[in-house]
């Protein structure tokens, strides 16, 4: 579809849905208003806000290409179609986090569901993402629907779907799905009941508490206690579990950050509240340098994802997400020996380093595609077959960690508990978690890992996204910044793993590198694991981008 196109349909959209949309609508002004803005209609009616791997993620606003009830009420109408078709008697659980219309739009999709004939449990206050993994097994559920846009900025939002195991939709459900939500039209008249909706909630997240307290039944509130934590929700749903958890587990030297501990839709202190960006941690340093203390957790929104920053030497340390994750499997491996034969799961686009620890103590390294639900699945498989017990430990390079089979899911609460274990330890031997991390480097290997995130908005950056990803895979074979290339993998091809649009390059000084769209946002992420100088791949890579950038559509 040329510019001429997407044009077109985005102006008869936006004909149609000033003639179908009502006074009192959400976003009704904001319709109105986009009849002088071109850019911005064009690109809230260009295309249809895409069904994706796990479900759809976008801006809010009037509009085909956002959020807003129309889409949340047709996305959940198809997913109603899909459970009547292959579900007897099918329920549901939904749950929200604290973004601006979560709890609007948890509401309209449990009254569509309901509608339809669905039993349905909402809850009743914001839940994390992990507390809704949980409760889905717990309750003998089909499926959840989160209401969620994790750590993006405060103007998106999105509907995550998630399937009777506990883990976001796999294999062919969401092209299934997406088929069902393309046969239905944003102004029919679903089934709505919004008066015989279940409200639950407490006893389940009572009871997810207990399981972590279960699950992590080893701390020592003698050793943890000697750390200083300031804890920050960043004004999402992670406050009140992760109190809740280090209280039962005796652990009570923590402070929480005042401007970002109650759920805020506003996120007024960070508008963007990515636990994988330095500048998220501003008010945790500020509260650091009043109260003093050792590290500062961070839990995202809908708390799935944590992260840790700290002072080293008086600069600003922030782990990523590989650093983290492998700081814990050291502690784990060393305090809680692993049996031979256990199983780390991680993502492809996470840090090699984790073979060469997990080798060390007899595990194996089970590789996933990148997304939290490919170890969710693998979780199952293991489960299905009787061997739950060989799973040790997940992770992914975009801090999400899982210790136990008892969820199939990320989980930041849990994560947030085994931060302060493992800082505590490493401070009892006079260290903090950097140090500990060069000695690890200096017994496996040093290895940097960076992520690097290109945008492509509006109707041609799918477009130029796709021409990037074509460039490398038919064009770049023998080297790439002037390495050696000594091994490329196409995901598209037979690799052992489902198909996807990713690509590995293994260079001859030992680093590696992967390029991939992004399933959820309009952006190409590059991930290396670089073990020389790395500049002029970088710059290879960033030409090559630039290129296509300025092409003329």
């Keep these: 579809m040329d510019t001429k196109e997407f044009r077109e349909r985005a102006e008869r959209e936006y004909e149609r849905w000033c003639s179908n949309c009502k006074e009192n609508d959400e976003y009704y002004k904001e319709l109105l208003s986009l009849s002088t803005n071109d850019a911005e209609r064009i690109d809230s009616f ?165 399981d972590i307290r279960k699950r992590i039944w080893w701390t020592n509130p003698e050793i943890m206690n000697c750390l200083k934590t300031v804890y920050t929700p960043l004004n999402g749903t992670g406050g009140a579990y992760v109190s809740s958890v280090f209280d039962s587990v005796g652990y009570h030297n923590y402070k929480i950050v005042p401007s970002q501990e109650k759920p805020d839709e506003n996120f007024p202190t960070c508008p963007q509240p990515n636990p994988e960006k330095i500048l998220t941690y501003k008010e945790g340093f500020e509260l650091l340098d009043r109260s003093g203390g050792d590290i500062i957790i961070a839990t995202d929104p809908d708390a799935d994802r944590i992260g840790v920053a700290f002072y080293h030497n008086g600069s600003k340390i922030l782990l990523s997400g590989n650093q983290l994750g492998i700081l814990i499997l050291d502690y784990l491996c060393h305090m809680l020996p692993p049996r031979k034969g256990q199983i780390v799961a991680k993502s492809i686009a996470t840090t090699p380093l984790a073979l060469n620890l997990a080798h060390r103590f007899g595990m194996k390294v089970v590789n996933t595609l990148p997304g939290f639900k490919y170890i969710g699945e693998f979780i199952t498989r293991l489960e299905n077959a009787g061997m739950a017990d060989q799973f040790y430990f997940g992770f992914e390079e975009s801090n999400g960690y899982l210790y136990g089979p008892s969820l199939k899911e990320k989980d930041g609460i849990s994560g947030a508990l085994l931060a302060v274990v493992v800082a505590s330890f490493h401070k009892c031997q006079g260290k903090d978690l950097l140090d500990r991390l060069y000695e690890i480097y200096d017994e496996y290997g040093y290895c940097v890992d960076k992520t690097r995130n290109y945008y492509f908005h509006g109707p041609k950056g799918a477009e130029k996204m796709a021409q990037i990803m074509s460039f490398f895979r038919t064009e770049i074979n023998d080297t790439l910044g002037g390495k050696q290339i000594v091994r490329k993998i196409d995901y598209m091809q037979p690799s052992g793993l489902p198909p996807a649009d990713v690509l590995q390059f293994d ?47």
């Excluded at 739009?105 to 909402?122: F, M, P, Q």
């Excluded at 009743?124 to 809704?132: I, N």
């Excluded at 390029?515 to 970088?538: A, C, L, N, Q």
Aim: aromatic share 12%; charged share 25%.
């Design 46 to 210: 260009y295309k249809a806000l895409s069904f994706g791997t796990s479900g759809i993620r976008g801006l809010m606003g009037p509009g085909t290409n956002r959020i807003n009830g129309y889409v949340i009420r047709k996305a959940t109408q198809g997913v109603a179609n899909f459970l009547r078709k292959t579900v007897k008697s099918p329920a549901v659980v939904v749950a929200y986090d604290s973004r601006k219309g979560s709890e609007y739009y948890a509401r309209e999709t449990a009254a569509v569901l309901k509608g339809n004939g669905i039993d349905v449990c909402l809850f009743e206050e914001v839940a994390p993402v992990p507390l809704l993994s949980y409760a889905i097994t717990k309750m003998e559920c089909d499926m959840g629907i989160m209401i969620t846009a994790s750590h993006n900025p405060k103007k998106y939002n999105g509907y995550k779907v998630f399937n009777r195991h506990g883990y976001q939709i796999t294999g062919d459900t969401p092209e299934l799905i997406l088929k069902e939500i393309d046969a239905l039209d944003y102004f029919d008249e679903f089934p709505y009941d919004a008066e015989h909706i279940y409200y639950g909630g407490k006893q389940i997240g009572e009871a997810f508490v207990q």
């Design 507 to 553: 260079l001859d000084d030992g680093s590696m590198l992967l390029i991939r769209p992004s399933g959820t946002e309009p952006k190409m992420k590059i991930y290396s694991f670089e073990s020389d100088d790395f500049k002029d791949v970088e710059e290879e890579i960033g030409k090559v981008i630039d290129y296509f950038r300025g092409l003329q559509s």
